[in-house]
């Protein structure tokens, strides 16, 4: 704990926001970590479990081992499906209300490999995301932006015989949360790939290039190797764009291997 925070906690607070860290206080957490990181010299590939600046992992995050469960048995009783289960409309995620969803429309697609650049195929790739105001169809999200009738936020598909995924949906908006006063999540898109049983579901995010508000998310930054975190990155690929309909991003997502995509080990709310 910082002797900032420690002030913070022992300051009479007028409401809880009074009791929160500071941006900068959470940016300067942030620059430590990573100047440790880099005169380490390791190579991390994944977000960190227990990293200050995201508070509440520091409460939630594992400390023993995972008790690794068998995997035959949990297909037992875990739930199935088939191909014929899912449905092209629900890679698209503007047509399922009576109107057009407000926001940016964009095109995301890639391929899922596994660490020879080998496409993995028939994966079941699911996603969700907030709206173009920033806002999720959520009871936990009571954040004063806008619900749109016409967007629920979430769509799946499956990747065909070369690894491929397309996903038609609008752009999402940053949103407010309460790891600190006045933090905000770059735009993002949740991922979860369910591998070829349910033991290898693996769940991330995607961001938008150029995002002002990388730099300041304990999220993002709690993956502390910079090329690593720019792999969670899409790119806007004009190839992906349609012609007067929808811009394109691309982002392939790795499974193995050394340039594998940082994954959560849980599912992220935020
Ligand atoms: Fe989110």
């Not at 960190?48 to 469960?69: C, E, G, V």
């Not at 806008?146 to 491929?164: A, K, M």
Request: net charge negative; charged share 25%; proline share 8%.
């Amino acid at each position: 704990m910082t002797e900032t925070d420690e002030l913070a906690q022992n300051a009479p607070a007028a409401d809880s926001d009074s009791a929160l860290s500071t941006q900068a206080d959470i940016s300067g957490e942030i620059a430590g970590t990573s100047a440790d990181y880099e005169r380490a010299g390791r190579d991390e590939t994944q977000p960190r479990l227990d990293y200050a600046p995201y508070r509440s992992s520091l409460l939630r995050h594992p400390t023993k081992d995972l008790h690794h469960a068998d995997p035959e048995t949990i297909e037992l009783f875990a739930p199935v499906f088939g191909h014929r289960d899912v449905g092209a409309p629900e890679s698209d995620l503007t047509i399922h209300h009576t109107g057009e969803p407000v926001g940016e429309r964009i095109v995301v697609t890639g391929r899922v490999l596994d660490g020879d650049g080998r496409p993995v195929r028939h994966q079941l790739v699911e996603i969700w995301q907030a709206n173009a105001a920033g806002r999720y169809i959520h009871k936990r999200d009571q954040h004063p932006a806008p619900i749109d009738p016409n967007f629920t936020g979430v769509g799946r598909t499956l990747t065909d015989g070369d690894g491929h995924y397309t996903f038609s949906t609008i752009k999402p908006g940053p949103y407010p949360w309460k790891n600190h006063y006045n933090a905000w999540r770059p735009a993002h898109i949740h991922f979860s790939l369910f591998g070829t049983e349910f033991t290898q579901r693996m769940i991330t995010q995607m961001y938008f290039p150029g995002d002002p508000l990388f730099a300041l998310d304990p999220i993002y930054q709690a993956i502390v190797d910079p090329k690593a975190r720019e792999r969670l990155v899409a790119t806007y690929d004009h190839d992906v764009t349609q012609h007067e309909w929808a811009t394109g991003y691309h982002w392939d997502i790795v499974l193995t291997g050394t340039h594998r995509t940082p994954m959560e080990e849980e599912e992220v709310q935020a």
